[in-house]
C-alpha cells in the first residue's frame, strides 16, 4: 500500500535556516566575510578588544574599515560562520644548542657517572670545561676531575687504573716540544698505552689564554717577562687589583664570566677537549 500522507513532515532537522547552520570560523586576517544584517563584505584585518567586548574589523574594497561584534551573523562564501579568534600557528622553534655547539636534549637527566673519566691540570680547567661542555658531560656521565698539577700524572693514572673499557683522557697545560711537560707526557704514553690513555694539550703557559683575548678587551695577551708572576701581571694589564689570592680569585671570574660558548675559547683549546670527549664516550670506553 502507499503511503497517502507521505513522509513525516516534522522528522530531521526541520528548523535548519536555508543557508545551513553556522559553524565556528576563526578570523584570520585576510579572510573575505559578509556581514548579515548590513551586508557589508570586506577582508579581516584585525580582531581587538573595544569596551569589553571583541570586534572584527573588515575592511572594504574601498579601503573603508569598520567594526562588528565578533560571533555570529557573518557569511563566508554564502554559507554562515560564527567568527572566533584566530591563533597565529607558531613556527617551530630552532633546536636549542649548548654551549659547546651540539643539540640540546629536552628534559634529559644526567646519567650515573660513567667509569671513564677526563683529568684537567687545575681547577681553573675544570671550571672552563664544565662552563662550556658540561651539558655534554652531563648527558653522557662523564666526570671531570682537576689534577693540580702532571707532575705525578703517572701516579694518578695508576690510581685511577685505566683499562680497554675505563679510559682516561688528559688535558695539559702548556703541552709544547721540549718542555718538561712534553716529557711527562710521552712517559705516560708508553707506560699506560694509548688504547687506554689519551693525554693532548693546549700551547698556552695557563688555561687563561684559552679564552680569546677579544672576549676580555684585549688585543692579544701580554707577554709577561720571567721572573714576574704571569697572572699577576694579566691582572695588572686588564687593571684589575692583583695583591692577594682572592684577587687573582676574582681576576678568574672576571675572564670566566666573558665565556658564553665555545666560540670564545681558541680553537687549539676547544679542539683538544672535543678530542677528550669523544675518545672516553667511545664505545670501548663506556
Known sequence: MSDRYGGDVLSG???RPARGRAVDQAAEPGLVVEEVETGWVGAIVGVEKIGGQQVVRLEDRRGRVRAFPLGPGFLVDGSPVRLVPYVAPQAPRAPVRTASGSYAVAGARARVA??????????????????????????????VEPLHGVDDLAAALADFGPSGTVRAGVLVDHLVSGTKESRIVSETMRRFGPDRVLIVGHPYVDVWQAIRPDRVGLAAWPVIPKGQDWKAGIATALGLPHTSTQDIGLVWKHLLSRVRTYADLEPSFS????????????PEGR
Not at 660513567?114 to 666526570?143: N, P, Q, Y
Not at 672535543?274 to 664516550?281: K, M, N, W
Open 271 to 282: 679542539g683538544r677537549v672535543e678530542e677528550l670527549i669523544d675518545f672516553v664516550t667511545s
Open 13 to 15: 532537522d526541520w528548523r
Open 114 to 143: 660513567a667509569a671513564s673519566r677526563i683529568f684537567v691540570e687545575g681547577t681553573h680547567d675544570a671550571e672552563l670545561v664544565e662552563k662550556v661542555w658540561g651539558a655534554d658531560l652531563r648527558i653522557e656521565g662523564v666526570v
